[in-house]
Structures are given as structure tokens and as C-alpha cells.
């Protein structure tokens, strides 16, 4: 299949570790948060999502955690896998007149080591 | 499978060729999004409808490019004549009314010669 993370930040972990992945996001109106995971020849999938009133949220092995002060936000993924191989993206979401559309980071590509 | 459908996967066009696109979103979701996803980037929003109204287009979404939703179910994106920068994968999500999440279709690769 097609590579989607060509020319993106790459962060290489042995598998078992723990993953850090950051985002830096643009709007200081955005209220929503969301990162995806996108396995290359396939669409974006939801992981975990949190709102803008709160720090940190976790899910499954996932955490996500965000500071507004500085804009930024960040995935955590514990014991990685190797079918945690994949490009995620930040997504931030400024609630606007009853809509949302969603604004996506650059990504970054996780390679997990075997 | 009960998620989002796309259809083509894949289309490959001449430049100046129209070609048209299919969503079908996940049953009784009312919002639908169409995004363009190019290497190495993020998607990025084109358009949304709530049910059949198209209630938000970005600026990247020139006058060759058209997207309806008349039944507010399925929903098609037209490219008229298109052009060598058109290449790109198109996505679609769709998500229920009360909620911001979106769920994504597996996406049609367009490449136009």
C-alpha cells in the first residue's frame, strides 16, 4: 500500500516501550481535541479525544494529555506494539455557529521495532 | 462492515476528465465531511453537510469541484476537468448529530496523467 507518512516526523520505539507523541496546535479558540491513527491505504481512526476544560484523559493504553497555556498536546502510548505502527494526527476543532470542522496536524509516524 | 464506504478506492483519470466520488456514511449519521489528504500531509477539510444542506465549503474547494447530498444519505464529490495537482486521496467521514466525532471511510486515491 501507499506510504502516508513520506517526509513526516518519524519516531522509532522498541517495542514494549512506552510511545510520547506531540502536537503543537495553532487555535487558542479550539475546544475540542482529537488524535487519529492512519495505517497507510486506509482512512483515519479515531483513538481519544479530550475538551478543552480538561488535562488529561485515558483511555486503553492511551493517554492523552494537553496544556492550553502552551498549546500543546500529546498521545501516549504504553507497552507499544507493533500494530501501533502507524502516522498519527492531533486534530483540534474550534466549536463554530453549531458546526465543526476539523484541522488536522502534520503527523508523525510511529515505527515500532520488533 | 457497518462503517463508512468509499467508492472507487481507486480512480485513475486523464487531466481534463470528470470523475465523480461516493460516500456512503455510517447509517443515520445526519453529518457528512469530505476531506483531501495529499502525501505526508493531514487531511484537509473541503466540505460539510448536515443531512441534505451543505452548510460549510473551504476555499480549496474550487468552482471544478461539487459536492451534494440529496437525500441526505449518501453524498458525491465531482471533479470537472481535472488537473495534475487534483491527485490526492479523498476521504469522507460522517459522525451523529450531539457528538464532534467524525469516522472515516477508507478514502478514494485519485490519480489524474
Known amino acids: 500500500g501507499e506510504s502516508v507518512g513520506l517526509h513526516l516526523p518519524t519516531l522509532s520505539v522498541q517495542e514494549g516501550d512506552n510511545s510520547i507523541i506531540n502536537c503543537a496546535y495553532s487555535n487558542s479558540a479550539s475546544d475540542y481535541f482529537i488524535w487519529y491513527k492512519q495505517e497507510s491505504g486506509k482512512g483515519p481512526q479515531f483513538i481519544i479525544d479530550i475538551r478543552s476544560n480538561m488535562d488529561k484523559r485515558q483511555g486503553q493504553r492511551v493517554t492523552v494529555l494537553l496544556n492550553k497555556t502552551v498549546k500543546h498536546l500529546s498521545l501516549q502510548i504504553a507497552a507499544t506494539q507493533p500494530g501501533d505502527s502507524a502516522v498519527y494526527f492531533c486534530?483540534?476543532?474550534?466549536?463554530?455557529?453549531?458546526?465543526?470542522?476539523?484541522?488536522f496536524g502534520t503527523g508523525t509516524k510511529l515505527q515500532v521495532i520488533p | 462492515d457497518t462503517g463508512v464506504s468509499q467508492d472507487p478506492r481507486h480512480k485513475i483519470t486523464k487531466r481534463g476528465q470528470n470523475v465523480t466520488f461516493r460516500c456512503d456514511p455510517i447509517?443515520?449519521?445526519?453529518?457528512l465531511y469530505w476531506y483531501r489528504q495529499t502525501l505526508g500531509q493531514g487531511p484537509e477539510f473541503l466540505t460539510y453537510?448536515?443531512?441534505?444542506?451543505?452548510?460549510?465549503k473551504s476555499r480549496l474547494l474550487s468552482d471544478r469541484f461539487s459536492a451534494e447530498r440529496p437525500k441526505g444519505s449518501f453524498s458525491t464529490l465531482e471533479i470537472q476537468r481535472t488537473e495534475q495537482g487534483d491527485s490526492a486521496m479523498y476521504l469522507c467521514a460522517s459522525g451523529p448529530g450531539g457528538t464532534d466525532t467524525q469516522y472515516f471511510g477508507p478514502g478514494t486515491r485519485l490519480t489524474v496523467l
Open positions: 453537510f448536515q443531512n441534505e444542506a451543505q452548510l460549510e
Open positions: 447509517s443515520e449519521h445526519n453529518r
Open positions: 486534530a483540534e476543532i474550534p466549536y463554530s455557529g453549531g458546526y465543526q470542522k476539523v484541522t
